[in-house]
């Protein structure tokens, strides 16, 4: 070890180590630099195992000689600090810094300096990099899916107007406040789905749906003045008799038909499809999947044996099974179930059937937040003289909830990540036109770049949906 | 019990009942108008459809149940490669995520972020549509080590020919079992007496040469079949001798593995951390070398917070493993709810089936954990 002494830098004549390590390292990366971007080999003259290992072998040793503790200039402790600490952590960072600039040149060229940005047709792609054309021309498909071009403005306007409404909230003032919990949880979801019901769609889909959601909503908003006491009976008798009432008596698809707007064209489930179809796809498995599973931990945790064994079988039978298997039940299995004249809609089926699947995980989330309550939060309440719900919407859903606000976030993204699953029933979103459009004998050989294109598309949509969720953790953190 | 509390329930079953009894009925009308009958007899059956790729003896004159059998097998395989290399690559990574070296931290933060922000079976094409479809072609697949050959259409691997296996494979039973003794043996010395025992040298010692032994003494005889390229016809070449893997295991495996890799990473990350600092200077100021303190302070505690999650994510990669119906695999999903599902048109027993077997695999490995949770879990005074 004595004789490796010198290689082991000392404060008292820094200024030497300090130079030739500096030195020793840019030489290093400058063969690699020029090496991978001009394909300029400085060091020709050595045998080629030599020179593959020379730069690894000149910058470690330039590292190790800028290791001076304690240097008192800035900058070199910052560099020691952070990526130079001992030997082992030299050798790592040089070969990450080596791994960067060796694979930048291809990667460059192939994303963008090779590659091609106009044509409309295979022969405009010859260069060896990227064909962005492709994704230029069937960019329509990749985001409407089949819906008929000359109607795309309907998804359009939907989408924008559903962004507004739902960015509107933010700008609230002080008055409007306390409505809002109201107006995203009931008024902005049957906007939505009048929205996508008459406009998207335009022709009789849904009829099911739309009996259930309005049913909800007449019995929510009367739910509002119904004395506590009777809540329970109320929100389980009522909502189903009015879902009866309304399929049976009222005539509800006779209105429907009379509400109709004509001038549209109606457009099929089995057209929708691309980003768009993605999008209400996880909205609505979103808005459905919330409630859901907050019932579902609230039966969890209750002391009524039946609502809670049901709900214990409920949420482990859904969270046992993969998706797929679920999709495959409600596409092949559960038109069994019904009667011969009744028809649910694929899409309707699936998003059901997606919503049932990721409300057993969100109950698992609440319910750890349930339990992670300190019990005087109950007592608390009860000795005020609140009732189940009172107490739970007044006092522990709002402390529950903010808890689990990760939790909830990692589902909703999970939710997300999971509907491209959907092409098991023959609903084609991105990942299934990327499949689709693979496969069309005029564009063969573009699979990589439909791969890139969707997968840059997701990475922004969950990146930025986590990165908000983290802003909201931290939003209504409390200390306790 | 009150008639405030008996009423929900009882209404709630109520629905319950009435919402079976309705599916029930329904199906049964429409299976007399399909002419189905309900049973599992069909499992009997000859299957008579071809396997691509099967672990144990199949054809086509094999019954469905044997079918059933091999995607089984193959679910299996696929979930057991994907839980070795992502928690492989997991804990790499994870460790990478806590180094002080700012260059390793980003780059298993970029990983980390990539990969999970991207859903699962858009990876699984990526893999098998854009990437392997980039490898070379039988006859010009350049040997990895000289024995791998890494081509489109699988990676071949070198296959041992064993003499006298069952010998082989007892002997590294007996070599399991005794670990287990010495490490039952370790532990009661070192709480009777404080005195370590070298318990990993000792393990791999055993290991190595208990099997090794049985070379000498037991007529254990293994020799390497390497794959060597053959022609089928003018321009189609193959190789023969040794293992194929095929494509869709690749794909899925590396798919499977590199996405539940985040997760894992995730959970090491926050297990190490979650051991409070204290500990480490408590178990510093007692006089622990740093390779004590790692082994016998912050990993028994970091382990607890750990496996749990953990565990999780190896039930969830197993479930994922269903979407090898997407490329093709013949797994569980794709023979028995896809193919067999087709030729026998029993869609409730089917389903049923395969969602009965992967419920059974997930409800046993929970209650394992929990049996493992409450066993580990930290008994507060």
């Not at chain 1, 009931?186 to 739309?210: C, E, H, L, M, R």
């Not at chain 1, 599973?293 to 046992?320: A, T």
């Not at chain 1, 990692?410 to 299934?432: H, M, R, S």
Request: with cysteine; aromatic share 16%.
């Amino acid at each position: 070890m004595n004789k490796l002494n010198f290689l082991t830098p000392n404060k008292n004549n820094i200024n030497f180590y300090l130079y030739t390590g500096i030195v020793l390292f840019s030489l290093s990366i400058i063969i690699v630099l020029s090496n991978s971007f001009f394909n300029l080999d400085l060091i020709f003259f050595l045998p080629e195992t030599i020179s593959f290992f020379l730069p690894i072998v000149i910058g470690f040793i330039g590292l190790n000689f800028v290791r001076i503790e304690h240097s008192r200039i800035k900058a070199l402790d910052l560099v020691n600090k952070n990526i130079n600490t001992n030997k082992f952590n030299a050798l790592l960072s040089l070969l990450i810094i080596f791994l960067v600039i060796k694979s930048l040149p291809p990667l460059l060229s192939w994303f963008i300096i090779d590659a091609n940005f106009s044509g409309d047709s295979k022969d405009a792609c010859s260069g060896s990099g990227a064909c962005w054309a492709y994704i230029k021309t069937w960019f329509n498909r990749f985001m409407y899916g089949m819906y008929p071009n000359e109607e795309q403005w309907r998804i359009n306007l939907s989408f924008i107007s559903l962004g507004f409404l739902g960015v509107i909230g933010f700008f609230a003032t002080e008055k409007f406040k306390k409505y809002l919990t109201l107006y995203y949880v009931v008024v902005y979801p049957v906007i939505a789905f009048f929205f996508i019901f008459f406009f998207i769609s335009g022709g009789p889909i849904f009829f099911d749906f739309s009996y259930g959601i309005i049913a909800a909503v007449i019995s929510i908003i009367l739910g509002f003045f119904i004395p506590s006491k009777f809540k329970m009976y109320y929100f389980i008798i009522v909502p189903i008799t009015f879902y009866i009432l309304l399929k049976y008596i009222f005539f509800y698809e006779e209105l429907i038909e009379l509400g109709k707007l004509e001038t549209l064209e109606w457009v099929e489930t089995g057209a929708w499809g691309g980003l768009s179809l993605t999008f209400i796809v996880s909205f609505f498995c979103l808005i459905f999947c919330f409630p859901i599973g907050l019932f579902l931990s609230l039966g969890r945790r209750s002391d009524l044996p039946i609502i809670k064994y049901i709900s214990i079988g409920f949420i482990e039978f859904w969270r046992g099974v993969p998706l797929i298997t679920v999709l495959f039940m409600s596409s092949v299995m559960f038109p069994m179930f019904l009667p011969q004249d009744m028809f649910i809609d694929k899409l309707v089926r699936v998003i059901i059937a997606i919503s049932l699947f990721e409300a057993a995980y969100v109950a698992e989330v609440i319910r750890g937040g349930l339990q992670a309550l300190p019990r005087g939060q109950y007592d608390a309440a009860k000795s005020l003289g609140m009732g189940y719900w009172k107490m739970h919407i007044l006092v522990i859903l709002p402390q529950a909830l903010k808890l689990v606000i990760p939790g909830i976030a990692n589902t909703f993204l999970a939710l997300v990540k999971d509907t491209p699953l959907i092409f098991v029933v023959g609903l084609l979103e991105i990942v299934g036109m990327l499949n689709l459009a693979k496969t069309n004998p005029e564009w063969l050989g573009f699979a990589m770049e439909g791969y890139v294109f969707a997968s840059v598309v997701f990475f922004i949509i969950c990146y930025a949906m986590s990165k908000y969720s983290y802003n909201l953790e931290q939003k209504y953190k409390t200390e306790r | 019990m009150s008639i405030k509390k008996l009423l929900p329930q009882l209404l709630t079953l109520l629905v319950i009942i009435l919402i079976f009894g309705f599916f029930s009925y329904n199906a049964q009308v429409n299976m007399e108008n399909r002419g189905l009958e309900f049973g599992f007899d069909f499992l009997a059956y000859e299957a008579s459809f071809d396997i691509q790729f099967s672990l144990i003896d199949y054809d086509g004159s094999h019954s469905y149940f044997r079918a059933y059998l091999v995607g089984l097998l193959n679910t299996i395989l696929v979930s057991v490669i994907g839980i070795i290399f992502a928690t492989i690559i997991g804990i790499v990574v994870g460790v990478a995520r806590l180094s002080k070296n700012y260059l390793i931290e980003r780059t298993a933060a970029i990983y980390v972020e990539f990969f999970r922000n991207i859903p699962l079976l858009l990876q699984i094409f990526f893999w098998y549509f854009a990437a392997l479809r980039a490898l070379p072609l039988p006859e010009n697949a350049e040997p990895i080590l000289g024995v791998f050959f890494l081509t489109i259409k699988g990676l071949f691997v070198p296959a041992f020919v064993w003499n006298n296996l069952d010998v082989f494979i007892y002997s590294i039973i007996a070599a399991i079992i005794s670990i287990v003794f010495v490490r039952l043996y370790a532990r009661k010395k070192q709480e009777n007496l404080g005195i370590q025992t070298p318990v990993l040298k000792i393990s791999i010692g055993l290991f190595i040469i208990l099997p090794l032994l049985t070379f000498v003494l037991g007529g254990v005889d293994a020799s390497v079949e390497i794959p060597a390229i053959k022609q089928l016809s003018q321009t189609s070449f193959t190789y023969e001798g040794g293992i194929k893997l095929p494509p869709e295991l690749i794909a899925l495996a590396l798919a499977l593995s590199l996405y539940t890799a985040t997760f894992i990473a995730e959970n090491v990350r926050a297990g190490v951390q979650g051991v409070s600092k204290g500990q480490k200077e408590a178990a510093a100021s007692i006089g622990l070398t740093p390779n004590q303190i790692l082994k016998l302070v912050v990993m028994p505690q970091a382990l607890r917070i750990i496996i749990p999650p953990t565990t999780n994510q190896y039930l969830n990669l197993t479930k994922n493993s269903s979407l090898a119906a997407a490329i093709a695999y013949p797994d569980l999903v794709l023979i028995f709810a896809g193919t067999a599902l087709m030729q026998t048109g029993s869609a409730i027993e089917i389903v049923s089936i395969t969602m009965l077997t992967y419920l059974t695999l997930s409800i046993s490995i929970s209650i394992l954990m929990n049996w493992y949770n409450k066993k580990i879990a930290i008994i507060e005074k």
